[in-house]
């Protein structure tokens, strides 16, 4: 059944890879760019990350990027998460998201759902041009999401 569901998002990947890049396009719009990842990272227990927890918890102002798109696991026991964000500063933004990634793995207490813990562990950011990913993800959704994402800038 895994390797389905895996083989199901690779194809997801294929697809919007495929619709989001055409040739000589530098920036293929963040409707394009978060239509590419929601599909293959958001799912029906998913909601939109709250204003409040970005600039508290994750410590990033609005004023650090243009558009977002976001996703929260709604689920307690489960920590999916991502974020697509559109910047005129891309550096500073990635390195406010790797240092809530360092934060959320230096506060994790290991006895608390330690399945989840490999998410985390395996967290990463992605920088395109002036746009901004991460995922804490399961290995196979964050593979498809990375592929969407990158996808969206080559052609």
């Not at 409707?31 to 600039?55: C, F, G, H, L, R």
């Not at 933004?93 to 395996?122: G, S, V």
């Amino acid at each position: 059944m895994k390797r389905i569901i895996a083989l199901l998002l690779v194809l997801t990947a294929i697809f919007c890879f495929c619709a989001c890049g055409s040739p000589g396009t530098g920036d293929p719009g963040m409707e394009k760019v978060s239509a590419a990842v929601t599909a293959v990272a958001d799912n029906e227990n998913m909601q939109p990350i709250p204003d409040s927890y970005m600039q508290n918890m994750m410590q990033i102002d609005p004023s650090m990027y243009d558009e977002v798109t976001t996703g929260i696991s709604k689920v307690g026991t489960c920590i999916d998460e991502y974020g697509v964000f559109k910047t005129s500063d891309p550096d500073a933004l990635a390195d406010a998201l790797n240092a809530y990634l360092e934060y959320r793995e230096e506060i994790w207490m290991i006895e608390y759902l330690p399945e989840e813990h490999p998410k985390l562990q395996n967290a990463e950011v992605w920088t395109v041009g002036s746009y901004v990913m991460y995922a804490i993800l399961d290995a196979d959704t964050m593979s498809a999401a990375e592929i969407a994402f990158k996808g969206c800038f080559e052609g």
